[in-house]
């Protein structure tokens, strides 16, 4: 069961059905702190199978983003090898294929894994090791901690960041209302939650959640607690779920008569994968935000950045959804990476990448909606700071005003 050869096989197999170039079993290199001429180890860990399954498109795109690097000559003349492996969005799994990563595979850092307990599991121990936890898929507050975890930063914006601009919204589109809250029952759904009533409280809004159902991401219906929510009929539904128990949120919101406005966040917000599964005539009506542009939204056909990934996609990764807001933000992520890297010029160590990491000034990628740009200090980790609310119109999500 717990056979090492066993497992490294496993792990090749994998990698192969994602088209990654062949690995080298060399020593790990991470305990050196250096990175071979010729070659840039990057480590990931994505729920290609479990409940969160979708959310693996980041990891799929981004093996294909690195190919088209390699293949245009790679970053300051070195290839760059992304080893992705699946951890069934299980946070013992992220551990264990972490550890493997660092300690048989010698990545010099760790890019965009997915989910916030799992990135929560490693967080110490990559840490303590000094490998740098890069632009992890998740919006915790803790991923954003300079002083408790210095090797450690955010992709997204921070939940607390995000809970805020949709308590600002409802205190100013519905004063006095009541909310209902889904949440997942760990440290993305709690952090969130109590964003939001932190919020609340800090602008004396007369908005007040009335009630707050858990759920475990392992559980298979969220429908009971969909209809306690109901029965409060609050004016406000926050649904804090990753895209499983959205598509089941929405569907069964839609078969009830309770019409609450619906707040759905930046983690589940995508057409391809959540509202047309869902049903995009019950997804009208949707509120989320976003600091991305739009997949196969219109707004943005003529703009270079997306035009860009288009050009990507069409290219080397064909079979690929244009219309999948990840494979958008999974490249956009790619390039934030691949910038970070070029700026390390020869100087590919751990220190080197977290020092580059956390000085980027106004950085503008393919995803973020014009006027949106990266910026990072030693003092302030978060990546996004700014976004746009949207409510989604059947179609497309479109800004309010």
Not at 4 to 28: F, I, V
Not at 177 to 189: P, R
Not at 242 to 248: D, L, N, V
Request: charged fraction near 20%; glycine fraction near 8%.
């Amino acid at each position: 069961m717990n056979d090492p050869h066993a497992s490294l096989s496993r792990r090749r197999l994998l990698q192969a059905s994602l088209a990654l170039p062949a690995l080298s079993t060399g020593l790990a290199l991470a305990q050196t702190g250096a990175a071979p001429r010729g070659v840039i180890k990057l480590g990931q860990t994505m729920p290609y199978s479990g409940p969160a399954s979708a959310l693996s498109a980041i990891g799929k795109v981004q093996t294909r983003y690195f190919k088209m690097v390699n293949e245009a000559g790679g970053i300051n003349g070195r290839s760059v090898e992304l080893i992705s492996l699946d951890d069934g969005y299980n946070p013992a799994k992220a551990m264990e294929q972490t550890r493997s990563l660092v300690e048989r595979e010698g990545v010099v850092a760790m890019f965009a894994s997915m989910g916030t307990a799992q990135n929560a599991a490693v967080q110490r121990y990559l840490n303590t090791r000094k490998v740098p936890q890069l632009f992890v898929y998740a919006g915790s507050d803790r991923f954003a901690d300079p002083k408790y975890y210095p090797w450690t930063l955010p992709g997204l914006p921070t939940f607390s960041t995000e809970a805020a601009a949709y308590a600002d919204h409802v205190h100013r589109a519905k004063p006095g209302a009541k909310v209902a809250v889904l949440y997942q029952n760990d440290d993305f759904g709690k952090e969130y939650l109590n964003a939001f009533r932190e919020r609340l409280k800090e602008i004396g809004s007369q908005a007040e959640v009335v009630a707050a159902a858990g759920y475990e991401v392992t559980a298979p219906t969220i429908d009971s607690q969909i209809i306690t929510l109901a029965g409060t009929n609050a004016d406000v539904f926050l649904n804090i779920t990753t895209p499983k128990f959205t598509i089941q949120a929405i569907r069964k919101v839609s078969d009830l008569p309770w019409k609450p406005m619906h707040i759905i966040p930046i983690t589940s917000n995508f057409v391809a994968t959540v509202l047309r599964v869902a049903g995009l005539d019950k997804s009208t009506g949707l509120i989320s935000s976003t600091p991305s542009k739009s997949a196969g939204d219109p707004e943005w056909a003529k703009d270079d950045g997306y035009l860009g990934w288009v050009s990507f996609m069409k290219k080397h990764y064909p079979e690929g959804d244009l219309t999948e807001q990840l494979n958008l933000v999974g490249y956009s992520m790619g390039h934030l990476m691949t910038e970070v890297l070029k700026r390390c010029g020869d100087e590919i160590t751990p220190q080197r990448i977290l020092k580059e990491a956390t000085t980027i000034k106004g950085l503008a990628l393919p995803a973020l909606i014009p006027g949106i740009t990266v910026n990072t200090s030693p003092d302030d980790y978060r990546v996004v700071r700014q976004f746009r609310l949207q409510r989604f119109d059947g179609t497309r999500w479109v800004p309010l005003a």
